[in-house]
């Protein structure tokens, strides 16, 4: 009992030396978590990090993937429109942020498309033209949704000022590996939208969280990863990639 309580106070220190702040224990919808969840080893699967919380730290948090692609409710009192400030002030390094990876934990992506099997993709066209133009859809587009195995990540302000970590709803991690030569090698860079005509900046205040989902992937290859975010690196974790990742 003694070795438990040592093992958990070891525990809670490093959480408080790498981020400062009591990491919130994400609770999923018992309905989602009852599903099977899938891994995949497609670093593009997910392109764009959306958030999924962002707010005072809390010691738990319920949440279900939110799939917003260029804007997010829950984002509206920390959008900025960007302006010659801003966008000079995005082009620095961070001070004093924090991003950790919590792997002990596990939560869900989920993908969402339509079900071929009954419906054509004209008559989706079809549909999305008549929604488009105003009018009301004549079927329903049936869909089918796979679960996918993730983790949370939490990016800590720990500057004395608003900073930008991203925009729209996706927060640009970039992910990192170690190679056999144990070396750090990046995998994927600096994600962006197609067009970013209209798109604001995500604004993180003192003290606040922002907590994204990343799905946890499959790989013939085991190694360390972490995430960065410009000059910020994330705490290392094991996981698997594929090694062709490694050779692009």
């Known amino acids: ?6 093992l ?8 408080r030396g790498q981020s400062e702040i009591q990491l919130p224990q994400i ?5 989602i978590i009852s599903q099977k969840f899938e891994k995949t080893s497609d670093i593009n699967l997910f392109y764009h990090t959306k958030v999924q919380y962002l707010g005072n730290p809390q010691p738990s948090i319920k949440l279900s993937y939110t799939d917003y692609n260029w804007s997010n409710p829950i984002l509206m009192n ?6 010659d400030n801003l966008n000079r002030q995005y082009k620095n390094d961070y001070k004093n942020i924090r991003i950790f990876v919590d792997t002990n934990q596990t ?4 993908q ?5 099997s009954k419906i054509t993709e004209e008559e989706i066209e079809a549909e999305m033209d008549r929604i488009n133009d105003g009018e009301k859809a004549t079927k329903e587009i049936p869909n089918i949704i796979t679960y996918y195995d993730g983790f949370p990540v939490t990016i800590y302000n720990a500057e004395d000022k608003d900073i930008i970590v991203g925009f729209g709803n996706h927060i640009p991690l970039e992910l990192e590996a170690l190679d056999k030569e144990n070396n750090w090698k990046q995998i994927y860079g600096y994600r962006k939208y197609l067009c970013g005509t209209g ?5 993180l205040k003192p003290k606040q969280i922002a907590i994204v989902f990343e799905p946890k992937l499959n790989g013939n290859f085991k190694t360390k990863l972490r ?3 410009k000059n910020i690196v994330s705490n290392e974790f094991e996981g698997n990639i594929d090694e062709v990742y490694f050779k692009n």
């Open 1 to 6: 009992m003694k070795i438990l309580y040592a």
């Open 8 to 15: 958990l106070i070891c525990v809670s220190f490093v959480c």
């Open 27 to 31: 609770i999923s919808d018992k309905n």
């Open 78 to 83: 920390n959008y900025k429109r960007p302006t």
């Open 107 to 110: 939560t869900l992506l989920t």
């Open 112 to 116: 969402t498309l339509a079900d071929l």
């Open 199 to 203: 798109i604001k900046y995500i604004m």
């Open 227 to 229: 995430y960065r975010l």
